[in-house]
């Protein structure tokens, strides 16, 4: 499902040469980083568990000799495709998001409840104001900051 969405906003990005190009590379660079912080998890796992001949035997283990090096050619043609400024919201929220999709829905792990999904929540909202904030900073673009209206 993650390749999938991956591959259709790589191929969305590679048909829109204007400035969404970065911003759907961006965004398929940070769903994939946030695949790949799941397998790495997956790792550390099965290294926990069965020291290195468990790791070995992981199929995560094999699957992030492969995802590693696609997630740095993604993030570096996302960067190359355009400015910063449309390639990074995308690659600070998507990985979260996916990771935590991941984690919930394959490898079984759980949220916890009461104050602690307020708490996140919170933190979740933080996050996206701040990549947004950002995001918008005149120090991203080839703008004078000190000719911004006040």
Not at 58 to 83: E, N, S
Request: glycine share 14%; hydrophobic share 55%; charged share 10%.
């Amino acid at each position: 499902m993650t390749v999938a969405c991956v591959a259709a906003l790589v191929a969305a990005g590679r048909r829109n040469e204007t400035t969404h190009h970065a911003a759907f590379l961006g965004a398929g660079a940070g769903m994939w980083f946030g695949f790949t912080a799941v397998l790495m998890a997956g790792t550390t796992a099965a290294l926990r568990a069965g020291g290195v001949s468990g790791l070995f035997q992981a199929w995560h283990t094999y699957a992030m000799l492969v995802a590693g090096p696609i997630g740095f050619f993604l993030l570096q043609t996302a960067l190359r495709a355009g400015r910063l400024v449309a390639a990074q919201p995308g690659l600070v929220l998507a990985n979260p998001l996916v990771a935590l999709g991941w984690g919930l829905l394959v490898f079984g792990e759980h949220v916890r409840g009461g104050p602690w999904i307020v708490a996140d929540l919170v933190a979740a909202g933080a996050l996206a104001c701040c990549t947004v904030l950002l995001a918008g900073s005149p120090l991203l673009r080839d703008e004078d900051p000190a000719r911004q209206p006040a």
